[in-house]
């Protein structure tokens, strides 16, 4: 359906910071290129907003590219087809909102750990990421998502690379990230040759229609090798271990953009392709289901436990996403509509607790020129903005209540009380509770050295970080309590989203 | 009449008027006289809306309103019945109190940071108010857990190892059972009846429909253990050691929130669980009752022998309050009305005589920087009234009349007896022989024995600690003896939460 007066919304997320990105690499060094990255993120955000509550008054909204509809007698159109539903509206906003605070903020910082002259490409690349997100999230192609995904890949690969400045081991890092990155890309597309070669289409309506039924060796073998391939993307547990020297040596302001929005895409994918496209019918579909509540258990307590004895607090807080990633294949693997919507629940809430803690970190560095634990002693009489805004998202990521982690820890304690799996459900909810503890430890860890360490007392004076990255920052905090208050964003939409995920799952494909 | 005030307005003014008294002490950071006297002024407007909401309360009213709803089902809402109202009563007038003692005692013995003392002080009287009003679960854990939070500063107010560790202690058990226990409880409650307000009756119970749930059903045991563990501010073993490791904190912190105002949080969110979760009722007709009956038997026991090996007068008062809490656990978990009336008078009456005897071993420590029990012989001669104001705390705590102390002990032991359970009838005698042992005995010595090689004294007179330490000490004191005779219309005026108890029926 098109929306009145809007037809060409659904392409406008992409072609913006598309067409915006080289235009970046002609700008001189210094101001403009980040004055335009804000902008394009600004406009970008609007949009996906209009986008957002189109699709929540219009339903799903389809976009042929080009215009290259579905010929007369075929079921599918030949070309790309954009396609947006609630789901993915959510996650279109989600991660356009974070670029539009991540942006703006990065200036300081970038100034300060890039060469000052590579900053057009900086901005080039991080626009270009940026794009990769969006259209990995908006399409409706299974190939179209396998280009998106190098296009954010590749420019991600350079951005964390560029930390090379502060610490040289950004680039091994990167270099790990893109062996592993390129090895789960393969297996994607792998994947996506098999469904190709038993449906003969690659939209991903049509394929849910062709797969329908079948169930072969090669299916499922197409399926196995998606739900790996993204896994790797995802850092699921064992498939993480590119992650957290990526999120740790990476420029500041890059690991509070992927930390809140790369991860975030990819559970968008593994539900559309788990829901959407393959459905219950797929008996195999179990099978991932079941490997995803192991998973995700092991993944809330090994990362959280490895997360308690980091010395670095971005390897810290990169730990813990593995964690969280965890709860989020823990609601998938419910199969439920409360379980997947308490993941997408904590998809929105743990992007926001994410980009304040490690926007809040980025302050740190800016001004201590270090993210070791050490740094952090005393911060809170040092820098009590910063430290202050790092204890409130702290808390949000332990679940606190006036916080959304309690929000997202509450929907997905009651959707694992709802549910029939082979573990007790009492037992799940108090696995959650106890890996929540964990968190508290290595939040309290933080807490504790930023307002009863003294400050060492060789330190030098220092001042708060600028405005800009304090104002940024707190947007992102009071985010954190904003969006406990107002849950129709997060609760209403995800749940709705969840609805419609599950019910084409099922087979009823009209109640979009 | 009393005011012009609506109940409900003084609800709002006094949930909001700490935060401006907070911001108050902050800015008369540098003027100490009037960062104290704003505490005061704040305290005295709290505690007469507490008592405006009291009375409108007693005279059947309800008042309540609603701040926002998060999931439907789900709201922050406040409503009052008299439970609430008795602890926001307490936890405010005796606020006061407390804070007088705590000018003399942060003044006496130095202390820093006394704005941020003042400040956290000020964010854990809302908060225990914000659980007194509280009309639902959901509410009652978010101001639970700001009670937390907003004490762990002032647990670790000496900023030393020995006051960290403490706080780690502190923080990991409350937070930690809150979260991993407390929370999946309210969840599951959620799930099970799809809200979680505090209902009359019991919202397993269920009113006209029947219960949702059979009273014998596992679940409900399941239930009961995640909230009597989880509400890990009540103290009941083997959830007790943060209580004595928060005794790092200084006196005034350990006398109104170690006596009062958090771990009666703890004991009242029992209450409230039992009367209003659960229903008394219901919880008789299952069985789950029956093993943190026991628990909480065990706990009174196992603590006050604990208190009895201790040499630090506030370890063993800590101690002391671990077992005594579990009295009140005792009468929600008897499941009969005169139990749960003897737990809720509880609340009262061991909030006076405790605070007594915490704000006594405070004015001990800082008129002569004694802690241990050991090295107060003799030193009774030199403060009597410190010495006599807790020999009364001590009558009420064992449970001696004309103390308040008297009449919780008085009805449990009856309702005890009521319901066949003998053991815990002589549980609660074999307590009160204990803390005859271990409160009255170091005050005696404290009279009777030669004075201690430590003390020396230049002159031959007394040498009490400020006026400061001393009269809210008194205060306490004397309202336990008040206390005792105005039992009856605290009764009465719980009746409509706790049901007829009918003496001699």
Known sequence: MAIPGLEQLPVLPVVIPLVAAPLTLLMKPGRAPWAWATLVSWVTFVVTLLLLEAVWVHGPVEYAMGGWGAPEGMSAPIGITYYVDLANALVLTLVAGIASVVFPYAYYSVESEIDHRQTPAFYTALLICFTGLLGVTITGDAFNVFVFLEISSLSTYALIAMGARNDRRALTASFNYLVMGTIGATFYVIGIGLLYQATGTLNMLDLHQQLMGQSNRMV??????????????????????????????????????????????????????MFSVFGFEFAFLEVALNAFIVLGIVGMFYASFVAVFRDNVKQMLAYSSIA??????????????????????????????????????????????????????????????????????????????????????????????????????????????????????????????????????????????????RITMWIMVLANIWFFFQTDVTVGVATRAAQALLDTGLGYGGAY | ??????????????????????????????????????????????????????????GGARPGFEVAEIIPGLAIRFEVEPLGAMFGVIASGLWIVNSLYSIGYMRGTHEKHQTRFYMCFAIAIMSALGIAYSANLLTFFIFYEVLTLSTFP??????????????????????????????????????LTGTT???????????????????????????????????????????HPWLPAAMVAPTPVSAFLHAVAVVKAGVFGILKVVIFIFGVDFLAEGWAADFFLWLAAFSVLAASAIAMTQDNLKSRLAFSTVSQLSYVTIGAMLATSMGVAGGATQIAAHALGKMTLFMCAGAIYVAHHKSLISEMRGLGRKMPFTFIAFIIGAFSIIGLPPMAGSWPKFMLMWSAADAGHQLVFVVLIASSLMNIVYLLTPMLRGFMDPMSSGLKFDKDCLAEAPLFCLVPAWITAIGTIVLFFYIEPLIAFLEPVTGAIGFGG
């Open chain 1, 220 to 273: 499922e073998a197409g399926f196995a090798f998606i739900i790996t391939g993204i896994g790797l993307k995802l850092a699921m547990v064992p498939l993480h271990l590119w992650l957290p020297n990526a999120y740790c040596y990476a420029p500041s302001a890059i690991s509070a953009f992927l930390a809140a929005t790369a991860t975030k895409v990819q559970v968008y994918i593994i539900l559309r392709f």
């Open chain 1, 324 to 469: 969280q990633i965890g709860y989020m294949l823990l609601g998938i693997s419910f199969g439920t509509v409360d379980g997947v919507a308490a993941s997408l629940i904590h998809v929105f809430n743990h992007a926001l607790i994410k980009a304040a803690l490690f926007m809040g970190v980025g302050c740190v560095v800016l001004r201590l020129g270090s993210s070791n634990f050490a740094a952090f002693n005393g911060l809170a009489k040092r820098m009590p903005w910063t430290a202050w805004g790092l204890i409130i998202s702290g808390l949000s990521l332990v679940g606190v209540p006036l916080t959304v982690g309690f929000i997202s820890k509450w929907k997905l304690m009651e959707a694992a009380f709802q549910t029939q799996t082979f573990i007790p459900p009492l037992l799940i909810v108090l696995l959650i509770g106890a890996s929540s503890l964990l968190a508290a430890i290595y939040i309290g860890r933080l807490a504790y050295a930023m307002l009863l360490q003294p400050v060492p007392e060789d330190a030098e004076p220092v001042k708060e970080a600028p405005h800009l990255m």
């Open chain 2, 1 to 58: 009449m009393l005011s012009l005030l609506s109940p409900e307005m003084a609800m709002y003014i006094s949930l909001i008027l700490p935060i401006f008294g907070l911001f108050g002490i902050m800015l008369a950071d540098k003027v100490p006289n009037v960062r104290e006297g704003v505490t005061l002024v704040t305290g005295a407007i709290v505690f007469y809306m507490a008592i405006i909401v009291a009375v409108a309360v007693s």
């Open chain 2, 154 to 191: 002032l647990v670790t107010h000496k900023e030393n190892e020995a006051a960290r560790n403490g706080g780690r202690i502190y923080l990991g058990i409350l937070l930690g059972t809150s979260i991993g226990l407390l929370l999946p409880a309210i969840v599951l409650t959620y799930v």
């Open chain 2, 197 to 239: 307000e505090f209902t009359l009756g019991g919202l397993f119970a269920g009113g006209a429909e029947g219960p949702i749930l059979m009273a014998t059903s596992p679940v409900i045991f399941v239930l009961l253990a995640l909230f009597a563990f989880g509400i890990g501010k009540a103290a009941l073993m083997p959830i």
